[in-house]
C-alpha cells in the first residue's frame, strides 16, 4: 500500500462546476498537510498548507483534512479554465523532513 | 514570497556528457535543499536530500555517483548528472522546506533534460 492515494484522473469538468480532489494516507504520523498546483513543464506553485483536522478556506480554494480518517480534499468552486492543471496532495511528519506526495490529479476545466 | 531560482530551465546534452542544475534560494537562506525527478504525467520522485555544509543523503535506488549533489552555501544547491544517458532524461526540481518565514515547501521552476 503507498504512503499517500490519489486517483490520478483525468478529470474533466465545465467552467463554474465545484471540483473536489482527494487524498488518502496510511501513515498517522503525518502532520501537515499541502496542495500544489503544476501546469505542464512547470514547479509545482503551492495552493493550501493546513496543520490541523478542519477546513481552511483561501479564496476560491477549501483545504479539508480529516486525520482520524486519514483523508484530505481540495475543493475548488467556480472553476475556470486556467485552473487546468495537476493538483499533488503532499505531506509530512514533524521537522519539515521530505514530502510524501501524491500520483496528482489532472484536472480539465472546459469553457 | 520565497522564491527558489532554478538554471536551466531546459537543457539537452549529448550521451555521455555531465549536466549540472543549479537551485538558489532568493530573499531565504535553504539549510535544506529536496531534489526530486518527475517522469511524464506522474508525480514526483525524491531522489535526494541536500544538506550544506554535509554530504547528501540519497534515496534507495539513486546512483549517487551519477546524480552528484552539493550544497556549497546557504543558498545555492547543485545537482550535476554525470555521464548522461537517455534514460536520465526527465524533469529535474527542486525544493527548499520551509523556514521561519516561509510557509509550505518552495520549489524551482524545473529543468527538463534531454539526452541525445
Known amino acids: 500500500q503507498k504512503e499517500v492515494e490519489q486517483d490520478p484522473g483525468p478529470l474533466s469538468v465545465p467552467e463554474g462546476a465545484i471540483v473536489s480532489l482527494n487524498c488518502t494516507y496510511s501513515n498517522s504520523a503525518f502532520q501537515y498537510f499541502m496542495w500544489y498546483r503544476q501546469y505542464s513543464r512547470k514547479g509545482p506553485e503551492l495552493l493550501m498548507y493546513t496543520y490541523s483536522s478542519g477546513n ?18 481540495l ?23 521530505k514530502l510524501i506526495f501524491g500520483a496528482g490529479t489532472r484536472l480539465a476545466v472546459h469553457p | 514570497g520565497a522564491v527558489v531560482s532554478q538554471h536551466p530551465s531546459r537543457v539537452i546534452c549529448k550521451s555521455g556528457t555531465s549536466v549540472k542544475i543549479e537551485c538558489r534560494s532568493l530573499d531565504f537562506q535553504a539549510t535544506t535543499m529536496f531534489w526530486y525527478r518527475q517522469f511524464p504525467k506522474k508525480s514526483l520522485m525524491l531522489m535526494a ?46 525544493s527548499a522546506p520551509p523556514d521561519r518565514e516561509v510557509i509550505g515547501y518552495t520549489f524551482g521552476s524545473g529543468t527538463r533534460l534531454t539526452v541525445v
Open chain 1, 75 to 97: 475543493f475548488i468552486r467556480d472553476s475556470q479554465p486556467s485552473d487546468s492543471a495537476t493538483y499533488l496532495c503532499a505531506m509530512g511528519a514533524g521537522g519539515y523532513n
Open chain 2, 49 to 94: 536530500t541536500s544538506n550544506e555544509g554535509s554530504k547528501a543523503t540519497y534515496e534507495q535506488g539513486v546512483e549517487k555517483d551519477k546524480f552528484l549533489i552539493n550544497h556549497a552555501s546557504l543558498t545555492l544547491s547543485t545537482l550535476t548528472v554525470t555521464s548522461a544517458h537517455p534514460e536520465d532524461s526527465s524533469f529535474y526540481i527542486c
Open chain 1, 56 to 73: 481552511k478556506e483561501d479564496g476560491r480554494f477549501t483545504a479539508q483534512v480529516d486525520k482520524s480518517s486519514k483523508y484530505i480534499s
